[in-house]
């Protein structure tokens, strides 16, 4: 899924080690740490260059461990990304883990992705930092501790098969074109017919023009003009008994403001990978209708 998150004037380069210690993790918690990881070297690269994203065997010394707070020496698994971006300054790179540290616009970050993802890191016993130029780029490295040699591998917990598939129509409405763009293929692929709007606007002209049944809203929450709890609110009255599931990366905080309850209202934060997503589009069409409860 990555090359259809970047854009296309990013080379995206892998260099894998082929005989990489396994770790015991959760798989989706460090797909999204990958994501995270991603996204940011995409946004530090706004007129293209190189994504590279490596794996190899590192043995931490107790000289490395004994400069870094909370590290133990021992065997590791790194996974590094690498971008060729604006690269960082020393301020910046002082704050980048603290929760809703963001040099991006208002509506753009909410400085919550690299606080995941040093959570995640540490939650499974790792290690995450970063090296940075300013003009040059960025890397960022995650230790990951090697499991135990006789562990055995963890069988994915859904085959490829059972991803829940369906037929109905979906108005998406997502204004970051990669995402929607990875969104619409996702969705397509399981069988569902995708509308896409930019805005919310553009998503009540989407709905007036289209003479079929749609069941289910998908949109984003914090979008500029209309967010998406008013465009929800306009679509319900004009579509009676559709389905809404709000995309989010903002906090709850934010969402809160906006008007949209994370209880009584089915909800997804972005990033989220492919299978989260077909799952939870899955889980809002074929619960019992729920009342939109939203708003005061
Ligand atoms: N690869 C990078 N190159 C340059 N700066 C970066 C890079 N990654 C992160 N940063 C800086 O660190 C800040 C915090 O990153 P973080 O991922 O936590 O939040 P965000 O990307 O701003 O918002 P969010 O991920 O929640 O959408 C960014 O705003 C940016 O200033
Ligand atoms: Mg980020």
Redesign the pocket.
Known sequence: MLPRVISEDIDLVTQLAPDLRPVRVDVGQIEEVLL??V???R??MPEGGQLTITTANAELDEAFALTRTEVAAGPYAMLAVS?T????DAE?KAN??EPF????GVG????????A?YGTVKQNGGHIEVD?TPGR??T?RIYLPAAAAETEPVKPLASPQKTPRGRETILLVEDDEALRLLARGVLQNQGYTVLEAVCGYDALEVSRNYAGPIQLLVTDVVMPRMCGRQLADALVTQRPGIRVLFLS?HTEDTVLRHGVASETVDFLTKPFTPDVLIHKVHEVLVEPLRRLEIGG
């Not at 971006?85 to 960082?88: D, E, I, P």
């Not at 753009?108 to 606080?115: E, F, K, N, S």
């Open positions: 995270n990881l996204l940011n070297a946004d530090a971008d971006g604006v690269g960082m910046v980048i883990f540290f963001t040099t991006k753009r970050g909410t400085g919550l992705g690299l606080a993802a940075s780029g960025t960022f990366g």
